[in-house]
């Protein structure tokens, strides 16, 4: 078993819709939680960045963080099709040195 | 403020030769990762370097190797390449102090044949 998992998809939605993303994992040693957004042949872009439990907002984007039950999530409000893209989670340890576990991230299609 | 650079952005190679790619992180920043990302395995870590140390490394085979300068340009050499080591290499580059935001460059696509 994968120390984090992650829906493949593809997830489709029309724009306008809310896209919600989720990973779950299984070392409840990760505090720190993010994600990224990668365009096909680029590189991943950093969307949130959240240390432990708890809710951030950023714009059109909220990340959530549910420690008690592995799980974490992503929500994008008012999606445009320029939010068409793989997204990825990924976490780390306390003194993990750049060592981040990455879900296999999810490919979303925003449709107009 | 510049991104991370990572050069050549397109390498073709022979099996059995070796490559060396380079990535120049943020200004300021001084840990350097490199990833593997390929379609069956996703993304996968190989090592992470600050102030010119090696403090993390992933489970890859010794033909992978690294180094990071004092000016925090890191890096990579795979050497005997093989056909599975076709791949997307992206550094990441953070302050390496504590666990802090992670960026990553637009990275190098390997392939070898």
């Known amino acids: 078993q994968k120390e984090v998992e992650q829906d493949p998809g593809p997830l489709s939605v029309p724009e306008g819709a809310i896209v919600s993303l989720n990973c779950t994992y299984s070392?409840?040693?990760?505090?720190?939680f993010m994600w990224y957004r990668q365009y096909s042949r680029k590189g991943p872009e950093l969307l949130m960045y959240t240390y432990s439990s708890g809710n951030k907002e950023d714009g059109r984007f909220t990340a959530q963080v549910d420690k008690s039950s592995k799980y974490i999530s992503l929500f994008i409000r008012d999606s445009q099709p320029s939010d068409s893209a793989t997204y990825l989670c990924?976490?780390?340890?306390?003194?993990?040195?750049?060592?981040?576990?990455f879900g296999a991230g999810t490919q979303v299609v925003v449709t107009p | 403020k510049a991104g991370v650079t990572q050069t050549p952005r397109y390498l073709i190679k022979t099996r059995g030769q070796q490559v060396t790619l380079s990535c120049s992180p943020i200004s300021g920043h001084r840990s350097v990762s490199w990833y593997q990302q390929t379609p069956g395995q996703g993304l996968q870590f190989l090592f992470e370097?600050?102030?010119?140390?090696?403090?993390n490394k992933g489970n890859f085979p010794g033909r992978f190797s690294g180094r990071q300068f004092s000016n925090s340009r890191s890096e990579m050499n795979v050497s005997t390449l093989e056909l599975g080591d076709s791949a997307l290499y992206l550094c990441a580059s953070s302050q390496g102090l504590g666990n802090t935001e992670a960026f990553f460059g637009q990275g190098t696509r390997l392939t070898v044949v």
């Open positions: 370097y600050f102030s010119e140390t090696q403090r």
């Open positions: 990924a976490m780390s340890a306390p003194d993990s040195w750049g060592k981040f576990q």
């Open positions: 070392n409840s040693a990760f505090q720190y």
